[in-house]
Every structure is written in structure tokens, then in C-alpha cells.
């Protein structure tokens, strides 16, 4: 009697060679520099001495949140909202995202403009993803933040014609108007 082909892969399946050698079809875990990562075979990750399975805790879901925002001088004011963000939580990482609209600003300020991320930064970071908008002149401008390691508070930079990174004011790149906006994002790890 002819074996099924479908018994038959399955025979050949279970025939063929577990841990023979790094160039075998089939490993077992362990810690054998032959055998996949330790821990059980469940797939889940609970067990496994390469994995936390706190780390596997991500939803991939948006998150709103209100970054508070200032200069390190007089600070500004506003009429309404002008700050909003966002973030998106992996395990250990963040990634945020940052939107400054000047529409409802009264004055300015002066000094270092800065804003807060979601978390404590575990480490020194500096991002380099954002744009400053100049809407009377439809020019935009590199903007990035630079947070120390336990900080939240990101200090804003720009990058001057000179190709300098610069403290990002409200007379600095250029005159600021209330046309004006800005948005900057990054991902970093939490403290």
C-alpha cells in the first residue's frame, strides 16, 4: 500500500535531522551554539533569555499628549492652543511627534525656545527631524532638539545659514510671524 504524499512529507519532516550540526534542518532550542535562542518552544517569548516580555507590551497606538513649551527667557503667550503631539510607544522606545502652529501667539518671547517629550530620556539624544516653516517667504528651515540623558525638556535648534546648528529663537533663523510653524519628531528610549 502506497504511502499518501501528505503522510509521507510528514514522515520525512519528523526523519530529518535535529542538532546534528550548525547546518542542520531542524534546531532545538537551547543554549548549544547549534540550537535556536533558550527557552521553551511556545513561541510566545514568556521564557525566553533574549527577549523581556515586557518588551512585547506594544500596542503600536497613537497617543495625544500636551508638550508644554517655553523659552529659557521671557516666556511666550498664547490665545488658544498651539501646541499638540503625539507618540507611539514600542517596549523600551518612543517615537513623538511635535506640532507648533504660531497662529493664536500674542508675543514670542525671547531665548531658547525648548518642549517637553512624553518621557524621561534614558540617554543624551539629538533629533534631527523637523522643519521650520517661514510662510512670507516660503523658505523652511532644518529644526532639531537636543535633550540630556533623564531630561525631558529638549532644548529646539536650528541650523543657520553658515550650516551651524544655532539656538532656535524668535528672531533666530529669521524673524518669527504669526503665519509661522514648525513641527520636529524623533524616536529615543525611555529612561
Do not use: W
Amino acid at each position: 500500500m502506497a504511502m499518501e504524499p501528505k503522510f509521507n512529507s510528514i514522515r520525512q519532516h519528523l526523519d530529518a535531522d535535529t542538532d546534528s550540526g550548525i547546518t542542520a534542518i531542524h534546531h532545538t532550542l537551547g543554549p548549544a551554539s547549534f540550537q535556536a535562542s533558550p527557552g521553551s518552544h511556545r513561541h510566545d517569548g514568556t521564557d525566553s533569555h533574549r527577549i523581556k516580555a515586557s518588551d512585547l507590551d506594544v500596542s503600536g497606538v497613537s497617543v495625544v499628549y500636551e508638550p508644554a513649551g517655553g523659552t529659557l527667557g521671557t516666556q511666550p503667550t498664547f490665545s488658544g492652543p498651539a501646541i499638540s503631539g503625539s507618540y507611539v510607544k514600542f517596549g523600551p522606545l518612543v517615537h513623538f511627534r511635535i506640532d507648533v502652529d504660531f497662529d493664536n501667539i500674542t508675543s514670542f518671547g525671547t531665548g531658547q525656545y525648548y518642549l517637553t517629550l512624553p518621557f524621561p530620556s534614558k540617554s543624551n539624544y539629538f533629533f534631527r527631524d523637523g522643519c521650520l516653516h517661514d510662510i512670507s517667504t516660503a523658505k523652511e528651515y532644518a529644526m532639531g532638539g537636543h535633550v540630556l540623558a533623564g531630561a525631558s525638556q529638549m532644548l529646539l535648534r536650528t541650523t543657520a545659514s553658515n550650516g551651524n546648528d544655532i539656538p532656535f529663537e524668535h528672531n533666530v533663523p529669521f524673524t518669527l510671524d504669526a503665519a509661522d510653524n514648525f513641527h520636529v519628531s524623533g524616536t529615543y528610549e525611555i529612561a
